[in-house]
């Protein structure tokens, strides 16, 4: 697994715990793949309570390939999620607003 970093969020899928970190680079490819606005939208969305299961999802797979996976979206359409849809969509509002935090609220929040 990779090192532990205050933005990591846990995700068990199909019994395999996953790490999930919002990168740069996984940040701009989850930009990229937004379907509408940017990343400062997305962030509204969540907070708003507004978001789509498309947001959901893109949120995971950013996140996942931050932490090294290697698979794409489709690879979770039939993977089960620990905790069901409620619970992808508390880790991928935690990963967002871990990936916004300021370092020395994420130490104190850890």
């Known amino acids: 697994m990779a090192n532990p ?5 846990a995700l068990v899928i199909d019994g395999q715990p996953h790490v999930m970190r919002l990168t740069l680079g996984a940040l701009a490819e989850l930009e990229a793949g937004l379907e509408t606005g940017s990343l400062i939208d997305l962030v509204q969305r969540f907070e708003a309570g507004g978001f ?4 959901v999802l893109a949120l995971i797979v950013a996140g996942l390939r ?3 996976w290697q698979g794409r979206a489709s690879d979770l359409l039939a993977a089960e ?3 069901g849809p409620m619970a992808a969509a508390r880790a991928a509002a935690e990963l967002l607003a871990r990936a916004f ?3 020395e609220t994420a130490d104190a929040k850890v």
């Open 5 to 9: 970093w205050r933005g990591d969020v």
């Open 52 to 55: 789509s299961t498309r947001d």
């Open 66 to 68: 931050g932490g090294g």
């Open 81 to 83: 999620i620990e905790g």
């Open 101 to 103: 935090m300021l370092p």
